[in-house]
T-cell receptor, first 115, second 116 residues
């Protein structure tokens, strides 16, 4: 079955420290991967995507993600966390259904950045 | 703002009521989506419309009825809901949903639905 796993319900980081939010996937064929962020009382916002090419993808707000095919992972990273990065983060993978794209989302990881 | 608006933002309804959720996108996209977000559960895709045609119905109960009159508007009609239907309902849009396109989706702020 095609799926996305985010093994951590919550990640706690001190402001200024690097952060990593983990994601692993299981898909048939080439993986197309996405990260979204959800702030309180808001919808999801697109951060970045991996389609092909360079394994390190840069996105919005200083975030980047590293695609690792052998480990089937797509971890989200940021060199220096801000308190304002505190939010819910979702990893997603594209699957095909009847010739159309749809996204399968992980359960989400809550990131808490402490001053 | 993402260019996707949803109304109402909050809705409380009884199990015998009929109500509708509205979504509008101002991005010129051709695909629109309904998702259900419940606490402690992954986002659940409910329906997909591409160029106004429904391409996905993810085994959603018939008490949820979508309508897509044009590429900019999407409705979710609700009737005889159950308390377990209480959730955040998110609308999203993308340029296209066909297999050859890999466009990201843009989400609205959601409608927080409570069924009493």
């Amino acid at each position: 079955a095609q799926s996305v796993a985010q093994p951590e319900d919550q990640v706690n980081v001190a402001e200024g420290n690097p952060l990593t939010v983990k994601c692993t996937y299981s898909v048939s064929g080439n993986p197309y991967l996405f990260w979204y962020v959800q702030y309180p009382n808001r919808g999801l916002q697109f951060l970045l995507k991996y389609i092909t090419g360079d394994n390190l993808v840069k996105g919005s707000y200083g975030f980047e993600a590293e695609f690792n095919k052998s480990q089937t992972s797509f971890h989200l990273k940021k060199p220096s966390a801000l308190v304002s990065d505190s939010a819910l983060y979702f990893c997603a993978v594209r699957v095909l259904s009847g010739g159309y794209n749809k996204l399968i989302f992980g359960a989400g990881t809550r990131l808490a950045v402490h001053p | 703002e993402t260019g996707v608006t949803q109304t109402p933002r909050h809705l409380v309804m009884g199990m015998t009521n009929k109500k509708s959720l509205k979504c509008e996108q101002h991005l010129g996209h051709n695909a629109m989506y309904w998702y259900k977000q419940s606490a402690k559960k992954p986002l659940e895709l409910m329906f997909v419309y591409n160029f106004k045609e429904q391409t996905e119905n993810n085994s959603v109960p018939s008490r949820f009825s979508p309508e897509c009159p044009n590429s900019s508007h999407l409705f979710l009609h609700l009737h005889t809901l159950q308390p377990e239907d209480s959730a955040l309902y998110l609308c999203a849009s993308s340029q296209d949903a066909t297999s050859g396109s890999l466009y990201e989706q843009y989400f609205g702020p959601g409608t927080r639905l409570t069924v009493t």
